[in-house]
Each structure stands twice: as structure tokens, then as C-alpha cells.
């Protein structure tokens, strides 16, 4: 029998019934960040509004107590990228993040691990407490280093280091300090890799997907036979294009034509992060609107599901204006939802100031 067709409304249904932007779920933070498996965290913030748009009664406070509790941790993860992940997820998988020897680091440099043994030996007994990575880079221009900050990323790239928390609003200082995550946990990483649960959990909250969707979410290389471990657990499909799509048997599928309210989600956010091609989510003609030359990605409004502006929140003379940015012309029963949305972002995030809307 022929695979079955799914379109990008189906994908796109699919995609925001795993990332719980259907309807907001009525679970815990730390419940609801084990399902997705991670959170982008490049700003401290994000992973907040990122479970405002998918909980509902969400609390900052719940959250920021499950962070000061080390129940989750902001670490360098997925495409050596900041997430916050449960800490249970995050012990389980770091270690699956890299395989075999060779290193590429910015500049074209290619070298080893175990080349790169003497600077790992600095960074664990600098990171053996809480400490910033400026100071690190100190440390090895002392050492006698001078690509300093390469040899820094390496340092993050291959070691298990977490960020300590802060007394901030979000729980992590910008920047921040670093520390060995068995220093921070009392628990190392496991030792043996589990690239194979890691797909799962990776099909679990973007799926359907194809091998080069989950290589370039994971930053692993050669996934392929990873699909076959899965067996008998995957049903596979085809998009418009005829692409070969690999899911779990029993996710979630809803069909393209269920109802999708707007949605406000943050920087970075992982819906829009777990494809390579993201037209499920990004329509083609707005795609080079939230291009960036420095790839940073701006926040998003979703609207029928798929990205219709970008927007911001700023607070001036003790009023907390949502302003949008429109990609295109809204029906007035859009307007109002996106409205009444924008309101509760502000009420949520910046409880102390009077709540604005400017969509234009």
C-alpha cells in the first residue's frame, strides 16, 4: 500500500499538536518541558513565554522554582545551542549530542577530541565551580593560547557544563556563570549514549519528520540506521513533495482542518526549530521577513497556525504595550483573538504595568 499524502496543513496540525499549541495544556512545567524534550533558552526568558503559549493557568514562579530546585537546566544541547530540559532528560541525552573523534570549530578548524584533551583539562577544573566563561578565556591566554575564544567553544561544545542559577526574574543572569553538570547535580551524564530514545523523543514533539529534520535538530551525523532501531514503533508517510516522512505509530495526527487560535511564542522558539524545511510553520512568502544576517530568530505570532507577524513587548511610563508587526491583513475575528491573546502576554509578563496592544 502507497504511503499516505500528508499536506503542509496536516504537517503544520501535526507539528503544533506535539508542541501543544493547539490548546494549552493543563500540566505542571516540568511535565510539559519532558514532553517537548527541550526549549531553546538562547535569552532567559524565552522558555517562559515559550510555556505561557502552551500551558494554560501558567505560572513564571512555578517555573523559576522548578530552575532554582535544578528540577531543569539551561545547558549547551541540541547544535550547541542553550535549552532548558528537565535535568533527568538533559543526564540522559548530552552524551548522545556528540559521537567519534573529530572536531569542526569555527574557522574551518578541524581537530580532535583527543587534541583537544589539554584545553577539556583546563575547562573542568576552571568549571569545577560556578565561574564565567570570560574568565575561562583568561585563563587560557595565560596558558599560552591565543584563539582563545575558539578554544572556548570547544570547551562548551564538549563538556557537560550547565548554568548556575541567579536571583533574576527568569532565573538565569545574562551570560551567567558555568559549572560541571555532576559539580551542579551530584549526577554525571550517562555514559553510554542513547541516540536511538533520543529520536524517539525527538518524533515524539516534531514528528513527522524526515532523517536530515532529526540530523539537523540533533546536530548528529549518519542518523539513518537510527530509523531502522525504531522498527515496527514508526509508520512512515509522504508529503506533497513526495518526501518519505518517519513518525511515531501512535502521535498524534489531526487533520489539516482543525482550528488553530493565535499564538505568541518567543525568540528561538522550538516549533519553529525542529526542520529543515520549515514551511509546515513558516510560510515561503514570509520567510525572508524574519531572515537575519546574525540567524537570530525573532518572536513570532502564529495565526491559523503558521507564522503572520513578529512582535514585541516593551514597557514605557508603566505601559506595557504588545506590539505586532502583521505579515498580512487579519479578519476582525483574528484581530480580536490576537488582541485578547496580546493582553494576556502582558498581564502575565509585566503584571505591574498597564497592558497595550499596537497590531499593525
Request: hydrophobic fraction near 45%.
Amino acid at each position: 500500500m502507497a504511503d499516505e499524502t500528508l499536506t503542509i496543513r496536516d504537517l503544520n496540525r501535526a507539528l503544533l499538536a506535539r508542541q501543544m499549541l493547539l490548546a494549552r495544556q493543563k500540566m505542571a512545567p516540568l511535565a510539559a518541558l519532558s514532553r517537548l524534550l527541550a526549549i531553546q533558552a538562547q535569552l532567559p526568558r524565552t522558555p517562559f513565554i515559550g510555556l505561557w503559549s502552551r500551558l494554560s493557568g501558567f505560572e513564571p514562579e512555578v517555573l523559576r522554582k522548578a530552575i532554582e530546585n535544578r528540577e531543569m537546566v539551561r545547558a549547551t544541547a541540541m547544535r550547541g545551542t542553550l535549552h532548558l530540559m528537565t535535568t533527568t532528560d538533559f543526564l540522559a541525552y548530552r552524551g548522545s549530542l556528540r559521537t567519534g573523534e573529530a572536531v569542526a570549530l569555527p574557522g574551518g578548524t578541524k581537530t580532535t577530541v583527543s587534541e583537544l584533551e589539554p584545553v577539556l583539562a583546563l575547562a573542568r577544573d576552571h568549571f569545577a565551580q560556578p565561574r564565567a566563561f570570560e574568565s575561562f578565556r583568561e585563563t587560557l591566554e595565560k596558558a599560552g593560547y591565543s584563539d582563545v575564544r575558539v578554544m572556548a567553544y570547544a570547551a562548551r561544545q564538549l563538556l557537560p557544563l550547565v548554568q548556575a542559577t541567579s536571583d533574576t526574574a527568569y532565573g538565569f543572569a545574562p551570560g551567567g556563570e558555568f559549572v560541571m553538570a555532576k559539580t551542579y547535580l551530584g549526577e554525571d551524564i550517562a555514559a553510554q549514549p542513547a541516540p536511538v530514545d533520543l529520536l524517539r523523543g525527538y518524533l515524539a514533539a516534531w514528528g513527522p519528520a524526515t532523517p536530515a529534520d532529526f540530523s539537523g535538530w540533533s546536530g548528529l551525523r549518519g542518523v539513518a540506521p537510527l530509523f531502522e532501531d525504531l522498527g515496527k514503533d514508526l509508520v512512515t508517510f509522504r508529503d506533497e513533495r513526495k518526501r518519505a516522512l518517519y513518525d511515531l505509530k501512535d502521535a498524534p495526527r489531526p487533520s489539516g482542518d482543525t482550528p488553530a487560535p493565535p499564538r505568541f511564542v518567543p525568540d528561538f522558539d522550538a516549533a519553529t526549530q525542529g526542520h529543515q524545511d520549515r514551511a509546515r510553520i513558516v510560510p515561503a512568502e514570509h520567510a525572508p521577513k524574519i531572515a537575519s544576517k546574525n540567524l537570530q530568530v525573532p518572536p513570532m505570532l502564529l495565526v491559523d497556525g503558521f507564522v503572520a507577524g513578529t512582535w514585541k513587548l516593551e514597557v514605557k511610563r508603566k505601559v506595557a504595550t504588545v506590539s505586532v508587526t502583521a505579515f498580512e491583513t487579519f479578519s476582525s475575528r483574528d484581530r480580536k483573538a490576537i488582541e485578547t491573546e496580546a493582553l494576556s502576554l502582558a498581564k502575565v509578563f509585566e503584571p505591574e504595568a498597564e497592558p497595550a496592544v499596537v497590531l499593525a
